[in-house]
């Protein structure tokens, strides 16, 4: 473990959300995080709240910036587009999120969300600011 994947993760909507660093590919400038969504997120559908799920999504794809740019830059979010594929349980659930295209003034994101089988569940794309990354958390 880095120190920055010691460190990265400790802010109260990290923690909400059980977020561990699992690991990252600098090559595909991919993330994979490991989620676990609490029972508090489930709505009376039996599922993780839309919006909340939405929160996974945006949390991966701006790890993915982060790390990309070695913990210097965090994208500010203009727009995030979701699709929901399967309901999302609570409980462990596993968060892929990818730099598709950085330039300087406009980044392109994407991120998957998995159960522990594989199984997609759901799936977003934004596009985002460069901006310099704040003290603590993105």
Do not use: N
Request: overall charge negative.
């Amino acid at each position: 473990m880095t120190e920055h994947s010691k460190h990265a993760f400790g802010s109260p909507h990290a923690d909400l959300m059980g977020t561990q660093f699992d690991s990252f590919d600098r090559e595909r400038e991919e993330i994979t995080l490991r989620f676990d969504a609490p029972e508090s997120f489930v709505t009376q559908r039996g599922s993780v709240q839309g919006g909340l799920v939405a929160g996974f999504l945006d949390e991966v794809m701006g790890w993915a910036h982060v790390w990309a740019t070695d913990h210097v830059e965090a994208p500010l979010s203009l727009e995030i587009s979701m699709s929901l594929l399967k309901p999302v349980p609570a409980g462990p659930l596993v968060g892929k999120g990818r730099v598709v295209r950085r330039g300087r003034k406009v980044i392109f994101l994407e991120a998957e969300l998995f159960d522990l089988s594989g199984a997609l569940l759901a799936r977003a794309t934004s596009t985002a600011i460069p901006t310099p990354r704040p003290t603590g958390d993105t």
